[in-house]
């Protein structure tokens, strides 16, 4: 993908802005791969300026209320509508508390005056391999939900993310929403960064912890590091075994920077990276694991 | 496909017709003469188009014009009242907080919507809030220093 020159105009395609959601997928199944839906508007005008995509049909869904659900249940977990904004999500109490590694990669994510039109549900569509929505919803085993005229569908966030700016969905079908499953009392999670000048990264992290004494559950999930994001299973295993959570940690944070596909860029080496998962996942899980 | 849209912008109902593929800065820059919207990086980078749509500071070079119809939109050319300046525009001239300008009006407005949601920001909460401004020339102390300085006179409203 070329950030090269910029456009300054749009190619031609007709607007269009259904007021339900039966009215979105009848025009999605009339215009099939014609047709690119809009809702913040950050990724897909962007693209557009650069021609990476011209669609002929601009389908809008910010007018369709049911796509602006953000709702909490006990038990059940959260509910993040298609159209919520990443600004939303950041003043949303139960985020804020419950679901921290999610709120530190929304605040983390781009800019303020982005936030404000940028959705979660956009960022993961995109499939960008260094944004830092898909990373927490990993960790937290999130879902999306998927639909068509015919059918509906769920697909766990890590399987829904194929490769870069690759996704599982077919022409005629939109993403709805994301469920994240409820966290346990007593489970912690946490998203850092690194990134110099731009606010990509070069490397992120999402952790959750949840380490009672029946079942230990650890997920590590990297985003930057390659084609799409990836957990690191080995050293989930040794957070999860036995012994002083010091040393765990240390040894955990060694055996992901060496198990992971790690690819090597402009923005950064092989090595370099290599180094930043090591630091990163020793910050993290020491202040997770230390910390309130 | 032209269409009309109708929006309110700096108080006043404008009616234009715009192409589908059209861009909010576009429209605000060349049908209606708005030039306090600036373009440069046209990719949402620099955020110097920022304008102010329905209260919420948003980068008009990725906003469609099609897209705000029915709504309100305010520009640096809204913010003074019969001729007085905003206590924000007074504090950045006394501060000196900017060099060649061209990033003021961005800056100028969303720190003005940012004291008026939050009128006694840390500047840990200016440098959040405004991070997705850049000024070229480097002038962010003296804009957080009139933006700390302008705040007591939105506590007072």
Redesign the interface.
């Known amino acids: 993908m070329s950030?090269g020159s910029?456009y300054?105009?749009?190619?031609?395609?007709?607007?269009h802005?259904p007021k339900t959601l039966r009215e979105a997928l009848e025009l999605l199944e009339k215009y099939g791969d014609e047709a690119k839906i809009?809702a913040g508007?950050?990724g897909l005008?962007?693209f557009m300026?650069e021609r990476l995509v011209s669609p002929s049909h601009?389908i809008?869904i910010?007018g369709i209320p049911e796509l602006k659900k953000l709702e909490y249940r006990k038990g059940e977990g959260l509910v993040i509508g298609a159209t919520v904004t990443f600004?939303e999500l950041e003043s949303y109490q139960v985020i804020r508390e419950k679901y921290r590694a999610l709120y530190q990669a929304v605040?983390l994510a781009?800019?303020?005056?982005?936030r404000?039109?940028a959705t979660l549900v956009g960022n993961i569509c995109e499939a960008i391999p260094w944004v830092d929505g898909p990373p927490p919803l990993i960790a937290y085993g999130a879902e999306v939900e998927i639909k068509s005229l015919d059918k509906v569908r769920r697909v766990p966030v890590a399987e829904f993310i194929k490769g870069p700016v690759e996704i599982d969905l077919e022409p005629g079908e939109i993403v709805t929403s994301i469920h994240i499953p409820d966290v346990p009392s007593g489970a912690r999670s946490g998203f850092v960064k690194f990134n110099v000048g731009s606010e990509f990264a070069l490397v992120n992290l999402a952790a959750y912890l949840s380490l009672n004494e029946e079942k230990k559950d650890v997920r590590l999930v990297y985003g930057a590091i390659s084609p799409k994001p990836v957990r690191a299973l080995e050293a989930e295993k040794i957070l999860s075994s036995e012994g002083d959570m010091r040393t765990l940690i240390i040894s955990a944070a060694v055996k992901a920077s060496e198990e992971l596909e790690v690819i090597s860029d402009v923005l950064a080496s092989e090595d370099f990276r290599r180094h930043l998962i090591k630091i990163l996942t020793m910050n993290l899980l020491t202040e997770l694991v230390e910390g309130g | 496909m032209v269409r009309k849209i109708s929006l309110t912008v700096n108080g006043y109902r404008k009616t234009v017709e715009v192409k589908d593929n059209e861009l909010l800065i576009d429209v605000l820059r060349d049908k209606l003469k708005i030039k306090g919207v600036k373009a440069a990086c046209w990719r949402g980078e620099c955020g110097l188009c920022t304008v102010l749509l329905n209260g919420e500071p948003v980068k008009s070079c990725l906003v469609l014009a099609v897209e705000v119809d029915g709504s309100e939109i305010v520009t640096v050319e809204g913010l003074s009242r019969d001729g007085e300046l905003t206590p924000i525009q007074k504090a950045f001239i006394e501060h000196g907080a900017l060099q060649c300008g061209f990033c003021t009006p961005a800056f100028v407005l969303a720190s003005h919507q940012l004291l008026l949601e939050n009128p006694n920001p840390t500047e840990e909460e200016i440098k959040e809030k405004l991070s997705g401004i850049l000024c070229r020339c480097g002038t962010y102390y003296e804009i957080i220093e009139a933006i700390k300085s302008a705040s007591k006179f939105y506590q007072k409203k």
């Open positions: 950030f910029p300054f105009t749009l190619p031609d395609f007709t607007y802005k809009l508007g950050v005008i962007a300026k601009v809008d910010k600004s605040k781009s800019d303020s005056i982005i404000n039109r």
